[in-house]
Structures are given as structure tokens and as C-alpha cells.
């Protein structure tokens, strides 16, 4: 005799809450969800009657949303900060010093490694230097990465591994700071981070695998169920691809390839995933400038606060060209890094000159897009490029992007409402570990351009602002469309995955004050409820 077929799959119902839709909060509806996926969304009486068998899950009030899309993070980066001396907000020179000298004491063996540190916030708002380390690191090579990853602090052993000297060369894409004297101060820009970070042993694969899931927890810790990994390497895409293997992926992983050109033409070889999976390569990362904090992103005319240069090309745009068309044409999505006001530019110029040869499956994206004049704020729409943005990075770098600009030109940082009136699609994310990924405290920044301490009054530039609902749509809605997944994701819709997310306050109401305190409730990914804790 045949094996009688297996029971169905349970249904949940989930009531209580305020639905979350791309026009706010929606009383009164309830959602049903069987195999993965939403069922039916409807009154809880009507899905009651419709499923009598169902389980009720009672939500008690607050707002249950779709999981949240992390659109923009180095999940590895993150999962390694435990790893890693952390030196996030601190304020002055001496207190990161501090900082790095006891994690230095109780960690004695091999590279002192860090993150974090951000001359912006000291008074002096200079360069450190090699020999603020050297008094305690000795022969102990240090690699400590500025904030935004784009410069890297070192000491004078680590220049002396890499034999940087006073008579070596700025790479190309690079800058090796250097005294009157022409002495190295160990302060290294963009592609110059690279001559001492080769020489860092690299992690074992189980070390690797452990980074990129303890990233990815921390993710789903604050109410994500997908991420887009912007700049995965050979060796992570490997690591990833035995997780997903394994079943033991915490959360869903578009991964965009790092431009190696080698990698990047053996994996754009493969059919593109067409089914909604955990793990996906989405793309490929490109840079074009730097970042602005360093003085690295690339602007039409110089530094209002060092007229002698407009940045820096991290990689020559001819590349990015060549390479961006081949990833489109494969139907792959490419993602250009992309800070200053020229780099924006030709970023939107080398897209449009690919897309006229085909669209893609795709819409190409330009991530950080700070820096952008009015007229190419109007493109990003007009050809259809998504504009990646990360709202934290106005509300971090607020006090000093009038320096860096002018008063000319700070009209052109962080155009929101801009993208927005030009119909781009926006598409949010926090480039943690660069800033915190708590995605209500950037939901806050979107819509009032303060910090958490109220700063700068009224918002930095103001005009920009968002509303609430499209700064949730950019989460959730936004991020899925970005990433070609509309039907799939981001949305409370029949047919979507039950990737589900339910917080306590009603979402619709709080204040931005209130709302940078919210915490995620509960968390479904994939129909299946999952831990919230680290």
C-alpha cells in the first residue's frame, strides 16, 4: 500500500496588530501564513472562518511589518567587531588611545586590530598619527580602520612590513599621508589601506563562517530578514554557499561580489537564481570614489577645506564601465559606490551609456549617492538607477559636511527629497559596520535629519526630509524592488514569503524621539518564528 500523503502544512493566523501597507497602518486586518508564505490577508473573523483548523497568534496591539531589508552592509565586518578593538563614537585622541592600549593588554598576541575611530568628532578634527601608537605598540604591527573603512591608522612597524618609506608612491586610487619632511604619518587613504591590510593573516573558513553568521544574527537582531552584502570576496561567497548548504543561514543573503574581474566573470558565467532562495549573488560592487570624511570622495572642484584636491578615482571609471555593462548584460545588478559630486556623475553617465545596450533584469544602483547636484539628482529617476542611501550617515557627518563643501555647494549633500520628486526608487541601509544598523534610528534620521540629541536645529537641510511612510517603504518595499524581488518581499501581500516583523508601538504614531527607541518584538523568517537575542 501506498504512504498516506503527509498532513498539511499548520496555518497561523496573526491578529492584533496594525498591518503595515506602503500607505501606513492599516487596523483591523490580519494575516494568515502556511509553507513559508503568506496565505490570505483579510479581517481576523474572515480568516478564522476561511481556516478553522488555523492557530491563532495574538499580537496584542502594536504593528507587524514586513521583515526589514538591510540594503546595504559588510556582514562579515560586522560579525568580526567583537574580534576587533572597537573605537565608535569616542571623542577625543586620548581616549582612543586609551581604548586601544588596554584591548592591546588584554589581547598580546598577533596584529592589534581595530575599527571605529573618527577624527571629525575630536577638537582638533586632525589625522592621528603612527607615533600616537608607537609609544606602546612596539614591533606589534596595528591596523586601526577609520569609521567609514576608507583610511586605515597604522604604526610604524606595519609601515615598516609593508615597506612604505618616505620615497614610496601613492598607489593608484590611493594616498600614503606624509609630514613636511615627507615622512609617512600613518594615516593611509583608499587603495594605500590595501599595501598593509594584505599583509593581516587571513581567517581559517570555520573563523570566516563564524563572522559571517554572527553578522548576520546581529542582523536579525534588529528586525531583518535579508541583507544586501555589499562586497563579498572569493573566499566569503565560498563560506556562504556551505552555510546555505548546511541550513544555516539566520537570515536571507543577496550577495554582491567584490570587482575582481577574475571572480566576477566566473561567477556572471552562472544563470542568475530566479527562485526566491537564502542565498543569492545579486551583483557585483563597484568603487569609483572614496569617502568624504577622509577627504577620498571625488567632487568637481576641490575641498572648500584642501583646495589642493578633489579626491580621489578608487578605481579608473573606464573599469567600472567595461565591467558594469558585462555584469548588466548578464543580468546581474551592478552597484557603484559612489560619494562625491563627480563620482555621481559618472557613475550615472557610464550607466546610462550601458543601459542604452539593454536594461538588464536588474535596475543598476549607485550606492551612498551623498554628494549629488540638483540636475543629477534628477537622473537617478529618469534612468531608472535606484538611489541606495544610508540616512545615518547625514545625521554622523552633519557638524562637518559644510567644511568639507562650502556653502556653494552643501546644498548638494544627502538630496532625499530630491531622489524622491524625480521618481528614483530609494532603497535604505546603514553600511554597518560603519554605522549602527538599528534601522529606527535611521527611520528617524530620514524624517527629521537631526541626531539623537536634537542636532542640528529644525535638520540639516531641511527641504530633504522624508516622510514617515516612504522612509518604511525604503526598508521594505524599496529594498525589494531594488533587489528585483517585488512580489517575493517587502510587502504584506498574498503570495509574498512570511518573512514578518512585529514591534509593540503603534508605528504610525510614535514621535522620531519615541521611535528611536523602539526594539523589535517578534520575528518570523520564512513562516518560522526565530530568537530576537544575539
Not at 552592509?73 to 586620548?94: C, M
Request: hydrophobic share 45%; net charge positive; charged share 20%.
Amino acid at each position: 500500500m501506498p504512504l498516506p500523503p503527509p498532513p498539511p502544512a499548520p496555518i497561523l493566523i496573526l491578529t492584533g496588530a496594525d498591518l503595515w501597507t506602503n500607505h501606513g497602518p492599516e487596523p483591523g486586518q490580519a494575516l494568515a501564513i502556511q509553507k513559508g508564505k503568506i496565505l490570505a490577508v483579510g479581517t481576523a473573523d474572515t480568516l478564522a472562518k476561511a481556516h478553522p483548523k488555523a492557530q491563532l497568534v495574538n499580537l496584542s496591539g502594536g504593528t507587524l511589518l514586513p521583515g526589514l531589508i538591510e540594503g546595504h552592509a559588510h556582514v562579515g565586518g560586522l560579525g568580526a567587531l567583537s574580534r576587533k578593538v572597537d573605537l565608535t563614537g569616542l571623542v577625543d585622541l586620548n581616549g582612543t588611545l586609551a581604548r586601544v592600549r588596554a584591548w592591546a593588554s588584554a589581547h598580546p598576541q598577533g596584529w592589534l586590530l581595530g575599527r571605529g575611530w573618527d577624527q571629525n568628532r575630536w577638537p582638533a578634527k586632525s589625522f592621528p598619527k603612527a607615533l600616537d601608537l608607537d609609544t606602546f605598540t612596539g614591533t606589534r604591527p596595528a591596523f586601526l580602520q577609520r569609521v567609514d573603512g576608507h583610511a586605515a591608522w597604522v604604526n610604524s612597524a606595519a609601515l615598516a612590513m609593508a615597506g612604505i618609506g618616505p620615497k614610496t608612491p601613492d598607489p593608484e586610487g590611493g594616498r600614503i599621508l606624509k609630514d613636511a619632511t615627507g615622512r609617512p604619518t600613518g594615516i593611509l587613504l583608499d587603495a594605500a589601506v590595501q599595501l598593509v591590510e594584505k599583509l593581516i593573516p587571513e581567517p581559517s573558513s570555520a573563523e570566516l563562517e563564524a563572522r559571517l553568521k554572527a553578522g548576520l544574527i546581529a542582523l536579525r537582531a534588529d528586525g531583518f530578514t535579508a541583507v544586501a552584502d555589499m562586497g563579498v570576496g572569493a573566499r566569503e561567497l565560498a563560506a556562504y554557499r556551505r552555510m546555505a548548504a548546511a541550513g544555516a543561514l539566520p537570515i536571507r543573503v543577496f550577495a554582491y561580489l567584490n570587482h575582481d574581474h577574475r571572480v566576477m566573470l566566473r561567477e556572471l558565467k552562472l544563470a542568475r537564481t530566479k527562485n526566491l532562495s537564502f542565498l543569492q549573488v545579486q551583483g557585483v560592487k563597484f568603487y569609483l570614489d572614496g569617502a568624504l570624511g577622509s577627504r577620498g570622495a571625488r567632487l568637481l572642484a576641490p575641498y572648500a577645506d584642501e583646495p589642493t584636491t578633489r579626491g580621489l578615482w578608487v578605481t579608473d571609471p573606464a573599469k567600472v564601465a567595461l565591467d558594469a555593462s558585462i555584469t548588466l548584460r548578464a543580468g546581474y545588478q551592478p552597484a557603484i559606490h559612489a560619494i562625491g559630486d563627480a563620482a555621481n556623475r559618472t557613475a550615472l553617465d557610464l550607466l546610462a551609456q550601458a543601459m542604452k545596450k539593454g536594461k538588464g533584469a536588474l535596475p543598476p544602483r549607485i550606492e551612498h549617492a551623498q554628494i549629488v547636484t540638483a540636475e543629477d539628482a534628477a537622473r537617478f529617476g529618469k534612468l531608472g538607477v535606484v538611489a541606495s542611501i544610508q540616512p545615518v550617515h547625514c545625521t554622523s557627518d552633519h557638524s562637518w559636511t559644510p567644511a568639507r563643501l562650502g556653502p556653494e555647494r552643501v546644498n548638494e549633500a544627502f538630496p532625499w527629497r530630491s531622489f524622491a520628486n524625480g521618481g528614483a526608487l530609494l532603497a535604505f541601509g546603514s553600511d554597518a559596520p560603519v554605522e549602527d544598523a538599528n534601522p529606527f534610528v535611521a527611520l528617524a534620521a530620514a524624517e527629521t535629519r537631526q541626531d539623537p540629541d536634537g542636532n542640528p536645529p529644525g535638520g540639516f537641510l531641511p527641504a530633504q526630509r522624508l516622510t514617515r511612510i516612504e522612509a518604511v517603504r525604503a526598508y521594505t518595499a524599496g529594498n525589494a524592488a531594488a533587489l528585483g524581488r517585488a512580489k517575493d518581499l517587502g510587502a504584506l501581500q498574498k503570495g509574498a514569503v512570511a518573512d514578518l516583523l512585529w514591534i509593540q508601538a503603534p508605528l504610525g504614531d510614535v514621535s522620531p524621539e519615541a521611535l528611536r527607541k523602539v526594539k523589535p518584538g517578534r520575528l518570523w523568517v520564512n513562516g518560522v518564528e526565530v530568537p530576537l537575542g544575539h
